[in-house]
């Protein structure tokens, strides 16, 4: 899907000059903001923005403040896991 948006010529040279790559920094904030909201999975952000690996989004979230969404109930689970697959 294609999103376009009408600016200013002078404020979209301006935030140009500011972020660089206007497209590529809205489509990051846009993938930023949809995470930390909950719109969004990590599996759609990774999707949205070409990475290849969750590494790299969970990199990409970590230099912008925001963490992985993990409680106490997931980090039992994984214990669980773990013990099911290397106690045999």
């Given at each position: 899907?294609?999103?376009?948006?009408?600016?200013?010529?002078?404020?979209?040279?301006?935030?140009?000059?500011?972020?660089?790559?206007?497209?590529?920094?809205?489509?990051?904030?846009?993938?930023?903001?949809?995470?930390?909201?909950?719109?969004?999975?990590?599996a759609q952000v990774r999707r949205m923005l070409g990475?290849?690996?969750?590494?790299?989004?969970?990199?990409?979230?970590?230099?912008?403040?925001?963490y992985l969404e993990y409680t106490e109930d997931d980090?039992?689970?994984?214990?669980?896991?773990?013990?099911?697959?290397?106690?045999?």
């Open positions: 899907m294609n999103v376009a948006i009408e600016l200013p010529e002078d404020v979209g040279h301006h935030l140009e000059e500011t972020w660089g790559d206007l497209s590529q920094h809205t489509l990051e904030t846009l993938a930023l903001e949809g995470y930390r909201s909950g719109a969004l999975t990590a990475f290849e690996t969750r590494m790299e989004v969970d990199a990409f979230l970590k230099q912008h403040g925001i980090l039992a689970r994984d214990r669980e896991t773990h013990r099911q697959l290397y106690s045999r």
